[in-house]
C-alpha cells in the first residue's frame, strides 16, 4: 500500500470514528475513484456500510471490486463470506470455489466452500464429502464434527447427525452450542433418557437455561418421572413466573402429580395475564376436569359447539371424491419438494410431511380454496361469547396464515394426544382411510378431549370421537386435544392436517 493510500485510508477512519457515517462514505467513494485497483477502499466501505447493518450495500461494493480484481484472495474471501452472510449461499460456493482452485492447500476455502454447499438440498452431499475428507486430516477438529452433523441433519440422516455431534462434544465438551444441539436433535427424536443426560451435563455448565429446563421438564414427563418433572418446571417458573410457557409446564406437572387445585390456581393466574395462551387453556380445562369442576371445564372444551364436521365440494373435473383424493395423493407422492422424513413426537407407526400448500399445487390448491371457504363459514356460525376466552379472543381471519402437511398412518400407526399451541383453528382433511370393521368401528378415527398419556386417565371435560369417511373436513379450536385410534386392516390412513397461525405465533 502507498503512503498517500495510507494515510487518506487513516483519515476516513477517523471521519467515522466521530460518527460522521456520510460524510465517510462520500471520502470512500472518492478513494475508490483514485485508487481504483487497490483493494482496501473498497474492503473499508463495505466495512462501513456492515457496520451500519447495510449488508446489501456492502455485498454491491465487494461485488464491484470483486469484478474488477477477481484474483485478490482477500477481496475473494471477504466477498464470498459477505454472499454468506446475505443468504446468497450459491453465489458464495462459487467464489469459495475459485478459492479452493487458487490455493487447495488452504483448508478455510474447503471448510467455507462446504458451509455454502449445505445450504441447498442439491449440494449438500458435496458438502459432506468435503467435511468427512477434512476430518479424516483434523480428527480432533470439533467445528468440523459439528458442521458435518448439520449438514447430515439436512438430509434427515439423524443417526448419523447424532453420531457427529456426539464427537463435536467430545472434543470440545465446554462449548454450549454443540451440546444444546445435541441435546435438542435426542428430544426430537423422542430419546428423552439421553436428552435428560445432555441436558444435565448443560446444566452443570451453565446453571439456569431456561430452554434446557423446559426440555428436562417435557422429558420427565414422557418417561413418567412425575416429580422430576415437577422439580424442574417449578426450576422454570422461579426463573420467569411472568412466561405462559413455565406456568404451562407447571400446571401440566402439577396435574401429572395429581396436584388438581394447584395446576387450577396456576391456570387462572396465568391466564389472567395471558388469557389467550391455547396450551394454558388446554391445561386449565382438564385441570378443572380432574378437580370435579366439570362444568367450567366443559365451558372452555365446548365440543358440541365448537366442533365443526363437514365435506367438501368435488371439482367439476373429477367424477367423484374418491378420484379428487386420489389425485391428492398423486399430487404428494410426486411432488418435487413435499418429504416425509422428518421428526414428530406424537406420530406413531406412521410419517409426516413438511409443508403441504407450497408450489406448484396442482389439485391441493382446490383443497386450499375450500379449507378457506369452510373455515369462514364456521367462524360465522360462531356466537360470539365474552366470557369464552377463544371465542372472545379469536384474531381476524385475514391475520391468519394457512400451514398445512400430510400424515400417513399405517396398521397401528396413531397419533398420541395432542394440540397444536401455536396455531388458532386447526383442521383435517380425510383423504384416505381404512375400513370400517365390525369388530373395531371406531379404529382409525379421530377422538376429542382425551388427555395425553402422561396425565392420569382423564379428558378436557368430555370427549367426543368420530370416525369419518373420505372427503370430510374437520374444524376445531388448536387446544383441543386430539388423537387417532389404531386400527389393525392392512391399509393407509391419508390425512391432511393444517392451521391458521399469526405470523408471530402468539
Avoid at 487497490?38 to 466495512?47: K, M, Q, R, T
Avoid at 371445564?297 to 365440543?303: G, K, L, M
Avoid at 379404529?443 to 367426543?464: H, L, M, V, W
Avoid at 387446544?479 to 386392516?489: G, K, L, M, V
Wanted: charged share 25%; glycine share 4%; net charge neutral.
Amino acid at each position: 500500500m502507498n503512503t498517500a493510500l495510507s494515510k487518506a485510508l487513516k483519515k476516513v477512519q477517523d471521519s467515522y470514528r466521530s460518527d460522521n457515517t456520510m460524510s465517510t462514505v462520500q471520502q470512500c467513494r472518492k478513494l475508490i475513484k483514485r485508487f481504483s485497483k487497490n483493494v482496501e477502499p473498497y474492503l473499508l466501505l463495505a466495512s462501513i456500510y456492515q457496520s451500519e447493518g447495510n449488508v446489501a450495500l456492502a455485498l454491491d461494493v465487494l461485488s464491484s471490486a470483486y469484478q474488477k480484481m477477481p484474483k485478490n484472495l482477500s477481496l475473494k474471501l471477504r466477498y464470498g463470506d459477505m454472499c454468506m452472510q446475505a443468504g446468497q449461499c450459491v453465489r458464495a460456493s462459487k467464489v469459495y470455489r475459485e478459492g479452493v482452485t487458487a490455493q487447495p492447500d488452504q483448508l478455510a476455502w474447503r471448510i467455507r466452500l462446504a458451509a455454502a454447499l449445505q445450504e441447498s438440498q442439491k449440494t449438500t452431499d458435496e458438502a459432506i464429502e468435503i467435511y468427512q475428507n477434512i476430518i479424516a486430516q483434523q480428527p480432533s477438529n470439533a467445528v468440523l464434527h459439528y458442521n458435518l452433523g448439520t449438514a447430515l441433519k439436512r438430509q434427515h440422516k439423524f443417526n448419523e447427525t447424532v453420531a457427529a455431534y456426539r464427537k463435536a462434544v467430545f472434543y470440545a465438551p465446554e462449548e454450549i452450542e454443540y451440546r444444546m444441539s445435541l441435546c435438542n436433535l435426542l428430544f426430537e427424536m423422542t430419546k428423552f433418557d439421553e436428552a435428560v443426560v445432555e441436558g444435565e451435563e448443560l446444566l452443570k455448565r451453565k446453571k439456569n437455561m431456561p430452554e434446557v429446563l423446559d426440555m428436562l421438564y417435557y422429558c420427565h414427563k414422557k418417561l413418567a418421572n412425575f416429580p422430576e418433572s415437577l422439580r424442574f418446571a417449578e426450576r422454570l417458573t422461579d426463573i420467569d413466573k411472568n412466561s405462559p410457557g413455565s406456568m404451562s409446564a407447571l400446571a401440566s406437572a402439577q396435574i401429572a402429580v395429581k396436584q388438581y387445585s394447584n395446576a387450577v390456581e396456576t391456570c387462572r393466574l396465568a391466564l389472567e395475564k395471558t388469557p389467550t395462551n391455547r396450551r394454558l387453556l388446554a391445561d386449565q380445562s382438564i385441570a378443572l376436569s380432574f378437580d370435579k369442576k366439570i362444568k367450567e371445564a366443559r365451558h372452555i372444551f365446548d365440543v358440541d359447539k365448537l366442533l365443526n364436521i363437514t365435506t367438501i365440494d368435488i371439482p367439476s373435473d373429477y367424477e367423484s371424491i374418491e378420484f379428487f383424493n386420489k389425485a391428492i395423493i398423486d399430487h404428494v407422492e410426486g411432488h418435487p419438494t413435499i418429504r416425509f422424513d422428518g421428526l414428530n413426537h406424537t406420530c406413531l407407526g406412521g410419517t409426516t410431511s413438511d409443508e403441504i400448500f407450497v408450489s406448484p399445487l396442482g389439485p391441493a390448491e382446490h383443497l386450499k380454496n375450500k379449507i378457506l371457504e369452510a373455515v369462514t363459514q364456521y367462524r360465522h356460525s360462531l356466537l360470539f361469547d365474552e366470557s369464552h376466552p377463544w371465542l372472545a379472543n379469536l384474531p381476524e381471519q385475514d391475520t391468519l396464515n394457512l400451514s398445512g402437511w400430510v400424515t400417513r398412518l399405517r396398521t397401528q400407526g396413531y397419533q398420541q394426544g395432542h394440540i397444536h399451541p401455536t396455531a388458532w383453528i386447526s383442521g383435517v382433511y380425510y383423504v384416505h382411510l381404512p375400513p370400517i370393521s365390525k369388530e373395531a368401528p371406531t379404529a382409525g378415527g379421530i377422538e376429542f378431549g382425551r388427555a395425553p398419556s402422561y396425565y392420569p386417565d382423564g379428558n378436557q371435560g368430555a370427549t367426543k370421537l368420530v370416525r369419518p369417511v373420505g372427503g370430510t373436513l374437520v374444524l376445531f379450536p388448536s387446544y383441543f386435544y386430539h388423537r387417532t385410534i389404531p386400527f389393525d386392516a392392512n391399509a393407509e390412513r391419508f390425512t391432511l392436517a393444517f392451521d391458521f397461525r399469526k405470523s408471530d405465533l402468539t
